[in-house]
């Protein structure tokens, strides 16, 4: 154990991020890390609890709480405030492939299990882990970990986002060639065509795919599978096949015009445009339908192309500030979340840009071109939702639908008869990540239906497991 008072000693202290007016000016990271004697205090803020909540993934009222990677937390922690850090590191690394992933966007599963939280201040663990990774970087040890020997098998993985990436990791390290088909012009999947820049530099990936290059994985961009290969011709041509493709399919909402009105777009696509130099929200005004992370990221990035205004529209209601009696710790807490684009928004607009228990009933626009949209109250009844009958208007002339993914592209799992879940997602036995079709795996989003970068490392991981054993008839893999 770190410092056996130290929860007593310190106070939390996040890491912090850099003043709202001057980082709505551009598009970098928002983060800055704190001092190494800060880092240390926090890291001895752990208590190495006996049963340690928050590398468990426990779920509670169907929500996890607790590291779906089972991290090794207390080891690492307990390392920093040592100042060995670069055990602490080996062991970060041991459960998690890509902890400057996770450091970056991962909404820390593990500090909601925390101990430490049943007061409010939970460790730092997200900063502890950033602080790690980013010391390997930055020292030179995180060096290629070449296989010794291969073992003649291989492997092809469609898609390259997390799930696919944590797939390709593994299986490459425990000695099968393997190659990484993506149909993008980079790798990366939503942490380079999604995540903006604010939450997640893009270096960050390509510094990951330059290690991952050099110990042996082959990455072939711009080629779509079912377009410029088949997947049957991959699957004579590979020993084993894992599909990651995402799923990314939005989910459109019923209203009249939504196809045919200029001035709307799907999340995904407004966020690549960003990406990609666009300033289409620029002098808009913009409403966000869906006031979940996706909508949180649409609006930093209407501020940082100077919207006129930005509205985001959430079915739910407002939850409270504080954890309620029926949701004690350690249950995933169900309170209101301020997210770094509405702080910015609160402090650029003047206010909150949420409306708690609204939906868009209408669209009203003028020679085709969206003018404003109608809204209205919401209400769950016994579970079903039911539409009040006053309605407003507001101005907007860009709608950004964020609300949310109906599963995967369903065209290359069919294209071989792999089994697909009503959710139109990849179908699998619970715990395996077998498709119908011999040979043939899944992992992430397409399987799991959209989530976090975290449980897609988890699932690449889970499957890499899998698609070994039934190569080489055992597996080593954790
Ligand atoms: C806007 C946005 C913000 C998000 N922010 C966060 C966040 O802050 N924190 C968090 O934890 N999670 C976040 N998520 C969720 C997270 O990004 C996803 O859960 C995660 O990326 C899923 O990983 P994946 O590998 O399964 O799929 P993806 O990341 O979607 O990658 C799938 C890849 O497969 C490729 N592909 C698809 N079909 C083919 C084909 N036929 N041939 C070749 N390649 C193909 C795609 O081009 C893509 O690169 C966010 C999601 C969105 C949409
Ligand atoms: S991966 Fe996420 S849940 Fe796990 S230790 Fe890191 S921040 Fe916490």
Same mark, same amino acid.
């Given at each position: 154990?770190?410092?056996?008072?130290?929860?007593?000693?310190?106070?939390?202290?996040?890491?912090?991020?850099? /003043?709202?007016? !001057?980082?709505?000016?551009?598009?970098?990271?928002?983060?800055?890390?704190?001092?190494?004697?800060?880092?240390?205090?926090?890291?001895?803020?752990?208590?190495?609890?006996?049963?340690?909540?928050?590398?468990?993934?426990?779920?509670?009222?169907?929500?996890?709480?607790?590291?779906?990677?089972?991290?090794?937390?207390?080891?690492?922690?307990?390392?920093?405030?040592?100042?060995?850090?670069?055990?602490?590191?080996?062991?970060?690394?041991?459960?998690?492939?890509?902890?400057?992933?996770?450091?970056?966007?991962?909404?820390?599963?593990?500090?909601?299990?925390?101990?430490?939280?049943?007061?409010?201040?939970?460790?730092?663990? $997200?900063?502890?882990?950033?602080?790690?990774?980013?010391?390997?970087?930055?020292?030179?040890?995180?060096?290629?970990?070449?296989?010794?020997?291969?073992?003649?098998?291989?492997?092809?993985?469609?898609?390259?986002?997390?799930?696919?990436?944590?797939?390709?990791?593994?299986?490459? !390290?425990?000695?099968?060639?393997?190659?990484?088909?993506?149909?993008?012009?980079?790798?990366?999947?939503?942490?380079?065509?999604?995540?903006?820049?604010?939450?997640?530099?893009?270096?960050?990936?390509?510094?990951?795919? !330059?290690?991952?290059?050099?110990?042996?994985?082959?990455?072939?961009?711009?080629?779509?599978?079912?377009?410029?290969?088949?997947?049957?011709?991959?699957?004579?041509?590979?020993?084993?096949?894992?599909?990651?493709?995402?799923?990314?399919?939005?989910?459109?909402?019923?209203?009249?015009?939504?196809?045919?009105?200029?001035?709307?777009?799907?999340?995904?696509?407004?966020?690549?445009?960003?990406?990609?130099?666009?300033?289409?929200?620029?002098?808009?005004?913009?409403?966000?339908?869906?006031?979940?992370?996706?909508?949180?990221?649409?609006?930093?990035?209407?501020?940082?192309?100077?919207?006129?205004?930005?509205?985001?529209?959430?079915?739910?209601? !407002?939850?409270?500030?504080?954890?309620? /009696?029926?949701?004690?710790?350690?249950?995933?807490?169900?309170?209101?979340?301020?997210?770094?684009?509405?702080?910015?928004?609160?402090?650029?607009?003047?206010?909150?840009?949420?409306?708690?228990?609204?939906?868009?009933?209408?669209?009203?626009?003028?020679?085709?071109?969206?003018?404003?949209?109608?809204?209205?109250?919401?209400?769950?009844?016994?579970?079903?939702?039911?539409?009040?009958?006053?309605?407003?208007?507001?101005?907007?002339?860009?709608?950004?639908?964020?609300?949310?993914?109906?599963?995967?592209?369903?065209?290359?799992?069919?294209?071989?008869?792999?089994?697909?879940?009503?959710?139109?997602?990849?179908?699998?036995? $619970?715990?395996?990540?077998?498709?119908?079709?011999?040979?043939?795996?899944?992992?992430?989003?397409?399987?799991?239906?959209?989530?976090?970068?975290?449980?897609?490392?988890?699932?690449?991981?889970?499957?890499?497991?899998?698609?070994?054993?039934?190569?080489?008839?055992?597996?080593?893999?954790?």
């Amino acid at each position: 154990m770190g410092k056996p008072n130290g929860f007593l000693q310190y106070r939390r202290k996040a890491d912090t991020v850099r /003043p709202i007016r !001057k980082r709505i000016q551009d598009h970098q990271e928002i983060h800055v890390p704190l001092k190494e004697e800060d880092r240390r205090q926090q890291a001895a803020r752990c208590m190495n609890c006996g049963v340690p909540y928050c590398q468990s993934a426990i779920t509670l009222e169907r929500m996890t709480t607790g590291c779906p990677l089972y991290n090794l937390i207390p080891e690492w922690n307990d390392a920093i405030y040592r100042g060995i850090d670069a055990h602490g590191l080996k062991r970060l690394l041991r459960m998690n492939p890509f902890p400057e992933f996770t450091g970056r966007v991962c909404p820390a599963l593990c500090e909601k299990a925390c101990i430490n939280g049943i007061d409010g201040e939970p460790v730092t663990i $997200q900063n502890n882990e950033f602080y790690l990774i980013e010391y390997g970087y930055a020292n030179g040890l995180m060096e290629p970990q070449i296989p010794a020997v291969r073992s003649g098998k291989k492997v092809a993985v469609v898609g390259s986002g997390p799930s696919g990436l944590a797939a390709a990791d593994r299986l490459n !390290k425990r000695g099968h060639s393997v190659t990484v088909f993506e149909r993008d012009r980079e790798i990366g999947g939503l942490l380079m065509f999604g995540i903006p820049n604010m939450k997640l530099d893009k270096s960050i990936v390509l510094r990951r795919k !330059k290690l991952m290059e050099e110990e042996g994985v082959e990455f072939k961009t711009d080629t779509a599978i079912g377009t410029d290969l088949s997947l049957e011709e991959l699957k004579q041509e590979y020993d084993a096949v894992i599909l990651a493709c995402g799923a990314k399919k939005a989910r459109i909402p019923d209203l009249e015009g939504i196809e045919t009105t200029e001035g709307i777009l799907q999340a995904v696509t407004f966020l690549r445009m960003f990406l990609d130099g666009s300033t289409v929200a620029e002098g808009k005004d913009v409403v966000i339908l869906g006031g979940g992370d996706t909508g949180n990221d649409c609006l930093a990035s209407c501020i940082r192309q100077k919207a006129s205004s930005v509205t985001q529209i959430e079915m739910m209601p !407002k939850p409270p500030e504080e954890r309620q /009696p029926n949701n004690p710790w350690p249950q995933w807490p169900k309170v209101l979340k301020t997210d770094y684009g509405q702080l910015e928004a609160i402090e650029y607009y003047g206010k909150d840009p949420r409306l708690f228990a609204k939906t868009i009933t209408a669209l009203h626009s003028e020679d085709g071109v969206l003018k404003e949209v109608e809204i209205a109250d919401v209400t769950f009844e016994n579970g079903s939702l039911q539409v009040s009958e006053q309605r407003e208007t507001i101005p907007c002339s860009l709608l950004i639908i964020a609300a949310g993914f109906t599963g995967c592209e369903t065209e290359l799992p069919s294209s071989v008869g792999i089994a697909l879940t009503p959710r139109n997602t990849i179908e699998t036995k $619970q715990g395996s990540y077998a498709t119908n079709v011999e040979g043939i795996f899944t992992a992430g989003d397409m399987h799991r239906g959209q989530s976090l970068v975290v449980w897609a490392i988890r699932e690449g991981m889970q499957c890499a497991k899998e698609a070994d054993r039934w190569l080489m008839g055992y597996t080593n893999l954790l």
